[in-house]
């Protein structure tokens, strides 16, 4: 073999040695949340379309329950496994990053946030007053009512305040021969939020909250919760509620009045059909002219020892700003399937068929006015709501006095917070 055919041979395998080594294997995103295949499948399309536009990306989905997500998190973080991409709810934020799991977003995403997000939600993404994700699903609370038993009742509007909910639960209300509750003018339910968050909402309709401002300690002692709570417990000592009336029988005509979230419209569709227009009525809280509704949300965030955080960050930009004018993002398309709320601008005008109907367009309304409140992210939540719920239904069911109750849970959730996190 002469000289100059052994150097092209040579040659070729150094420029093929060389091309290899450059070779970039694809990126693989893995998207943690909790809904299921079929919740997803919109934003799953979306992640197929992000493929074939970048062809260096793959994207894999992690799909948890949500009651199992944290422990998860935990879990996947000690055996090195964590996702690049988390679902966050709002209220395990604290948690998050009190654990160093979530990255801030650059400054080009929080300024995207900042402009592109009402702020009510900018702010439930916010711990230690730095911002750490991208809005997602919003949820917040109403008065919802049945036309049909308000008309029955010859009841002309919604109550405007708890006395005018007690007085019309007094007119729906049914009682059998022995007394027991048939039709609850109003109902609670079973879980903790069916309790916590109606509370909630009534208390920021009085101009206060439950926790104090340095979170040191609680409202709970004073008058307005006081006052909420004997409210309340007085539905069930009047007869006009029952511990077995609970908001999922609101579709069967057994109960005139909720507070209840947006997300209960799809619950509506399934018992109602097309008699939901006919049957629901949204109002606005009765909590006085200046009422105000809790709202929780989750956010989109990426984990901080991620090794891809950049395509992350733009993945989920992308995710989230409209592909073409006057359509919704991704992430907007899959909550308006799943029958949730989004607190993008963008697809929220783009979505005025799908929320303005007279079942969401109070809650938009109510999101987009400043009326929607949230606490502050605290670790303790979960654990502060579990007491208040206890609490609530002791007073619920007579076994204490509202006062004493709450004094119980400002004692136990002061403890509480006290205790190193």
């Known amino acids: 073999m002469n000289t100059a055919r052994r150097y092209a041979i040579s040659l070729l395998g150094v420029l093929g040695l060389t091309s290899g080594a450059f070779a970039q294997e694809p990126v693989t995103l893995t998207f943690a949340a909790h809904y299921t295949d079929t919740e997803m499948a919109p934003l799953t399309a979306c992640f197929r379309r992000y493929e074939s536009e970048n062809p260096g990306i793959r994207i894999d989905y992690r799909q948890t329950p949500i009651a199992d997500f944290m422990q998860n998190v935990m879990t996947s973080r000690v055996a090195g496994a964590s996702p690049d991409i988390y679902n966050v709810y709002s209220i395990w934020g604290k948690r998050l990053v009190d654990n160093a799991i979530l990255a801030e977003p650059p400054e080009d995403i929080a300024d995207f946030i900042s ?5 009510s939600t ?8 730095r911002l750490w994700g991208i809005p997602a699903e919003v949820a917040l609370y109403m008065l919802i009512y049945n036309k049909k038993l308000f008309a029955e009742a010859g009841i002309a509007e919604p109550p405007k305040d708890w006395a005018g909910v007690l007085d019309a639960a007094a007119k729906i209300a049914k009682r059998d021969d022995l007394g027991r509750v048939e039709v609850a003018g109003y109902a609670f ?8 968050h109606p509370f909630r909402t009534l208390l920021f309709s009085k101009g206060t909250s439950i926790l104090t401002d340095d979170l040191a300690g609680t409202h709970l002692t004073e008058a307005p919760a006081v006052e909420i709570l004997e409210g309340q417990a007085k ?3 009047d007869g006009l509620t029952s511990a077995s009336h609970q908001i999922r029988d609101f579709p069967a005509g057994r109960i005139g009045m909720i507070i209840g979230a947006n997300w209960m419209k799809q619950l509506m569709r399934e018992g109602l059909g097309d008699k939901l227009d006919e049957t ?11 009422w105000k509704t809790y709202q929780y949300s989750f956010y989109q965030g990426v984990d901080a020892n991620s090794a891809h955080g950049p395509q992350a960050w733009a993945l989920l930009r992308w995710l989230n700003t409209p592909q073409d004018e006057g359509k919704r993002s991704c992430v907007g398309d899959m909550l308006v399937a799943l029958g949730s709320l989004t607190a993008n601008k963008a697809d929220l005008a783009a979505s005025t068929a799908e929320f303005g109907d007279a079942f969401t367009a109070p809650f938009v309304e109510a999101l987009r006015s400043g009326r929607a409140v949230g606490d502050p992210n605290i670790a303790q939540t979960p654990e502060m709501d579990r ?4 609490a609530i239904e002791e007073a619920w069911l007579g076994r204490k006095s509202p006062a004493d109750a709450l004094a119980g849970a400002d004692r136990e959730i002061t403890d509480l917070l006290a205790l190193p996190q």
Request: glycine content about 10%; aromatic content about 6%.
């Open 280 to 290: 629901v009525g949204v109002a606005p809280i009765p909590g006085g002219p200046d």
């Open 122 to 129: 900018v702010r439930s993404a916010v711990v230690d007053d």
């Open 387 to 390: 007491i208040l719920r206890t």
């Open 189 to 196: 339910g079973p879980s903790v939020a069916n309790a916590a």
């Open 115 to 119: 402009a592109n997000f009402e702020a």
């Open 235 to 237: 539905l069930f000592r």
